[in-house]
């Protein structure tokens, strides 16, 4: 994807995380940036938020926010446990990241 602004690179694929809630739901999320609260943000701006940006169009979007005491964890899904789960298009994405990971090595 060609990001229409020249300030955003193209990122690839989003991640795949996993949002435990703690009511004992499960929900899976892509995102490109996860924020988490700092001690200033809770303290000073009583923000507790975690957020996930993915990259839409060539735009930085927020995908979800949620207030970080309605989750009990979150953790990313690997390529390897994604391609478990969803077979080709995971096999695709994964060598899209190993392509993108050995061009920064050169």
């Known amino acids: 994807m060609t990001s229409p602004d020249p300030q955003i690179p193209d990122y690839g694929p989003p991640a795949h ?3 435990f809630w703690l009511g004992g739901e499960i929900t899976e999320v892509k995102a490109h940036s996860v ?10 701006n009583g923000d ?3 957020k996930f940006h ?10 979800l926010s949620t207030q970080q005491r309605q989750v009990e964890s979150v953790r990313i899904i690997t390529p390897e446990e994604y391609e478990i789960r969803w077979g080709e298009v995971a096999r695709l994405r994964k060598e899209t990241w190993k392509r993108a990971y050995s061009d920064l090595s050169e």
């Open 48 to 50: 507790s938020h975690i």
């Open 35 to 44: 924020s988490y609260p700092t001690v200033t943000d809770t303290t000073h």
């Open 54 to 63: 993915e990259v839409v169009d060539g735009h930085w979007t927020l995908v």
């Open 17 to 19: 995380y996993e949002l």
